[in-house]
């Protein structure tokens, strides 16, 4: 069965701090993986999404960036985290079609101080 | 554009039947999700419609109305484990890799 691992959990950053976040897919191969945000009470805006290794799409211009070093591996960074980037970030992954539905990895709940 | 409006809030009774709606309006539709999320936790698929008429799992169904730009989810046999956070989420042709534009949410409130 597929499975979607995310961490940390919790974070709690600095301003100015980076940010590294991973997310990892199991049972699959060549996902179409995605990062979302979402704000208290509110939507997912999504802000990147991957179609295979190396390839990146942004949604939303801002000081995030994401990366895909292996077909599995998701990352999201930041070099310097605002007090806007505070929010709940949420990797996800889809099998053939939005059918099947997005499966969401736990999330990590990101404070930014 | 492109939008989903769904209500802020619903509030029912455990026990009872609630409908959550879901408007849309987009280029290219091709089909309409929902999710639950509990407080704290990520985001669950329930249902999807890509043609019109009504999809029943369980407890939950969804119903879709293309000519409309108009669905529901319907909860029967409310459950207080029902209080969540339900969002609609379409699919749009003109949108790659798919990709889904997010309702605000409607946060289900049960009172025993």
């Known amino acids: 069965s597929q499975t979607i691992h995310q961490w940390p959990a919790t974070l709690v950053q600095p301003v100015g701090s980076p940010l590294s976040l991973e997310c990892t897919v199991e049972?699959?191969?060549?996902?179409?993986l995605y990062w979302y945000r979402q704000a208290a009470g509110r939507g997912l805006q999504l802000l990147f999404y991957?179609?295979?290794?190396?390839?990146i799409s942004s949604e939303v211009p801002q000081n995030l960036s994401a990366s895909r070093p292996q077909d599995r591996q998701f990352i999201l960074s930041s070099k310097k985290l605002l007090l806007s980037d505070s929010g709940f970030y949420l990797c996800?992954?889809?099998?053939?079609?939005?059918?099947?539905?997005?499966?969401f990895g736990s999330g990590t709940r990101l404070t930014v101080v | 554009g492109q939008s989903l409006e769904q209500p802020s809030e619903v509030t029912a009774v455990e026990g009872a039947i609630v409908q959550i709606n879901c408007t849309y309006q987009t280029s290219g539709f091709y089909g309409l999700s929902w999710y639950q999320q509990h407080d704290g936790g990520a985001p669950t698929f329930l249902s999807y419609n890509g043609l019109d008429g009504l999809e029943e799992t369980g407890r939950f169904s969804s119903f879709l109305s293309r000519s409309d730009s108009y669905g529901y989810l319907l909860l029967q046999e409310l459950q207080m484990k029902d209080s969540a956070s339900y969002f609609c989420?379409?699919?749009?042709?003109?949108?790659?890799?798919?990709?889904?534009?997010w309702g605000a949410g409607t946060k289900l409130i049960i009172k025993p």
């Open positions: 996800a992954w889809v099998y053939s079609g939005a059918r099947y539905g997005y499966t």
């Open positions: 049972g699959t191969s060549n996902p179409n």
């Open positions: 991957s179609v295979g290794i190396g390839q």
């Open positions: 989420a379409v699919r749009d042709r003109m949108r790659s890799n798919y990709q889904l534009i």
